[in-house]
Nanobody, 114 residues
Framework: VQLQASGGGLVQAGGSLRVSCATSGIIFSIVVMGWYRQAPGKQRELVARIFTNGDANYADSVKGRFTISRDNAKNTVYLQMNSLKPDDTAVYYC?????????WGQGTLVTVSS
């Protein structure tokens, strides 16, 4: 299984970023996919997940600001992040959702400056 997140960077508070995660080794079209993040000194948390029919749900902390989407033809999941806050600073990862295992791909760092 490969999970390659990309698109992170440094952005000012109030700005936007779109991160992507290309996957291989899973039957992407039939799994629920999620975006997780891990801030310094904190546990990894699930912030958004998208079902196979396109329905999505979000953690309260990002609801109304983040949008998850998926492209089954490209085996890729996206996270559009708007109105970013310094508290959104973290390494962002994708994986199936829910997931409690130890196989995590390379995340992408998002840093939001105040």
């Amino acid at each position: 299984v490969q999970l390659q997140a990309s698109g992170g960077g440094l952005v000012q508070a109030g700005g936007s970023l779109r991160v992507s995660c290309a996957t291989s080794g899973i039957i992407f079209s039939i799994v629920v996919m999620g975006w997780y993040r891990q801030a310094p000194g904190k546990q990894r948390e699930l912030v958004a997940r998208i079902f196979t029919n396109g329905d999505a749900n979000y953690a309260d902390s990002v609801k109304g600001r983040f949008t998850i989407s998926r492209d089954n033809a490209k085996n890729t999941v996206y996270l559009q992040m708007n109105s970013l806050k310094p508290d959104d600073t973290a390494v962002y990862y994708c994986n199936v959702a829910p997931y409690t295992g130890n196989v995590w791909g390379q995340g992408t760092l998002v840093t939001v400056s105040s």
